[in-house]
């Protein structure tokens, strides 16, 4: 596979995978918004499920072309 078909592909995963991390942290604030939290904890809590679900995703996408190579 050439460098460039690489790099082509790790885009289009960051793309598949930042916008799932972003939706997770804006849930995860409203959902503590609700919850009564404020919004410095809110925010807090949103990059913690931000940092977790990239973490998470960023796994699972190694692991599928690991897995089709």
Wanted: charged share 5%.
């Amino acid at each position: 596979m050439s460098p460039t078909t690489t790099l082509a592909m790790l885009l289009l995963a960051l793309l598949a995978i930042l916008p799932l991390a972003l939706l997770t942290a804006a849930a995860t604030a409203v959902l503590a918004r609700w919850d009564g939290a404020s919004w410095p904890a809110a925010a807090l809590r949103a990059g913690r499920a931000f940092g977790a679900a990239l973490t998470v995703l960023t796994a699972v996408a190694t692991l599928a072309v690991t897995v089709l190579r």
